[in-house]
């Protein structure tokens, strides 16, 4: 017979943030700048084999000195000191599969608390990691790309905030009239942030899958409030009800109770000639109305608070004012 004698290897470092969304090896954006990670988020640790869970893997639970442990995290390039660089994680840490049926061959690690905010962590194995077979790395692994995590909002003003949403997530704040802007801060990385609005006190933002977030502390948290979906594009308040609009086919969603749950509102549908549902991307609010726009034209409005719509527009041939596609609406003076 032939005993198995090559070392295993890490084929994968991966970010998973608290609703379960990942991200593999890379951490940066297309621009290379770091993506921003939540403080929430764990690490995850992949091997191409299954691996020895005797006793090789072994994370720091006590505090956070770097020391001999297999798996680490660190902020401070791993310094084998009492400064406090090594993020404390919980032992053992959670062995899953990764490839299919392949087990032991994952690692979950936990932080005890939360990482710290706006800081930058590398990952690293030690050569001491075994796989069933008693076969030892040969040689200690870092991972090659580090990550940052989202940045701490330095202040909650009771006013005077400007809030602006996006890719991955990402929010940014200003609490000065726009002249200055706060570093990115994310509570979550896995779907892109498309419009958002304010009112009661809330701030509510749309985007991506059909996810819904709101703030109630001014930007500084933010709380899941519908998670699965069609995208969604743009989001007004008025007459005490947030009104969503979706990108798939003139769906929209409303909320009368502060944005904590949401009901679907089925597109309007026949006329002569025929209306055709497209996409939508803008609303806005104004003279107890909601109009909202799309693509090919598209205009539909609302004056029961998004209850129902009805059609202003077929968004097909003929056109009524033309067949652009049409990406945002705002009312002022009297006007849409």
């Not at 009239?177 to 509510?204: M, Q």
Request: with cysteine; net charge negative; glycine share 10%.
């Amino acid at each position: 017979y032939v005993v198995d004698t090559k070392p295993p290897t890490v084929d994968h470092v991966i970010l998973k943030d608290a609703l379960g969304s990942v991200i593999q090896d890379t951490f940066t954006k297309s621009d290379g700048t770091y993506r921003c990670i939540p403080v929430d988020s764990n690490i995850q640790v992949v091997f191409d084999y299954i691996m020895d869970t005797s006793g090789s893997i072994t994370t720091n639970a006590s505090d956070t000195n770097c020391r001999a442990e297999t798996l680490k995290v660190s902020s401070d390039n791993f310094t084998p000191s009492s400064s406090g660089k090594c993020v404390k994680i919980a032992s053992p840490p959670a062995a899953s599969n990764h490839d299919s049926g392949i087990t032991n061959q994952k690692f979950t690690l936990d932080p005890v608390d939360n990482l710290s905010y706006y800081t930058t962590y590398q990952v690293r194995v030690e050569t001491g990691v075994e796989d069933a077979l008693e076969n030892n790395m040969t040689s200690q692994y870092t991972h090659s790309n580090a990550f940052r995590t989202s940045a701490f909002p330095s202040s909650t003003p009771t006013s005077g905030v400007f809030v602006a949403v996006g890719q991955y997530g990402s929010t940014f704040r200003s609490i000065d009239n726009g002249t200055s802007w706060d570093n990115e801060t994310c509570s979550f990385f896995g779907f892109d942030l498309n419009g958002v609005t304010y009112a009661n006190n809330t701030f509510v933002a749309v985007g991506q899958g059909g996810k819904i977030v709101k703030s109630t502390d001014n930007a500084s948290s933010w709380q899941i409030t519908n998670t699965s979906g069609s995208q969604l594009n743009g989001i007004a308040f008025g007459g005490g009800t947030f009104d969503v609009v979706a990108g798939s086919s003139g769906y929209t969603y409303r909320s009368a109770d502060n944005g904590s749950s949401w009901s679907n509102v089925v597109p309007p549908t026949g006329g002569n000639p025929t209306n055709y549902n497209r996409n939508l991307f803008g609303v806005g609010f104004g003279n107890s109305t909601f109009v909202a726009v799309g693509d090919n034209g598209k205009i539909v409005r609302s004056t029961n608070n998004g209850s129902s719509w009805s059609n202003v527009t077929t968004g097909t041939s003929p056109y009524t004012y033309g067949n652009n596609n049409l990406r945002g609406v705002t009312f002022g003076n009297n006007t849409f």
